[in-house]
């Protein structure tokens, strides 16, 4: 699970948790976490996951975002990074996964391959008669 700790700004010592990707970042009400703090455009910035990069912050258009302290527009995250976009900052972390989540589908699936599994025992102990 990916979380951001918001470390300046109307909501400073709160976390926020990515539940899906891209994930965008400004002013705008259709903002994943919409933050309004000076400095802060409509469509800021966004979050990314590629399967060969990692994640991967995103700036959009012109607006300006710090990756510790580097002025970048395209870049990979790693665990810890400060993000910043006008005033707002954002520290990035990797956390754990949850436990159980995502049981009730795991259950499920394996609900279903055994189904299936024994449909087809079935179909072949029923086809030689």
């Known amino acids: 699970m990916v979380q951001l700790s918001i470390l300046s700004g109307k909501m400073a010592g709160t976390s926020w ?3 899906h990707f891209p994930v965008q970042i400004g002013r705008s009400p259709s ?10 455009w409509d469509e800021h910035l966004s979050i990314e996951f590629s399967p060969t990069e990692g994640f991967l ?4 258009s012109e607006a300006i975002v710090s990756l510790n302290g580097e002025a970048v527009s395209r870049k990979a995250l790693r665990n810890g990074d400060l993000i910043e976009l006008g005033a707002l900052k954002l520290q990035f972390w990797l956390g754990a ?8 589908s795991e259950l499920l699936v394996w609900l ?13 102990w029923w086809l030689p008669k």
């Open 57 to 60: 912050v995103q700036s959009h």
């Open 112 to 124: 279903g391959i055994a189904a299936v599994s024994a449909s087809q025992i079935a179909l072949m």
């Open 17 to 19: 948790a990515a539940r």
């Open 97 to 104: 996964a949850l436990p159980g989540a995502s049981g009730a």
């Open 31 to 40: 903002a994943d976490l919409r933050a309004d703090e000076d400095g802060v």
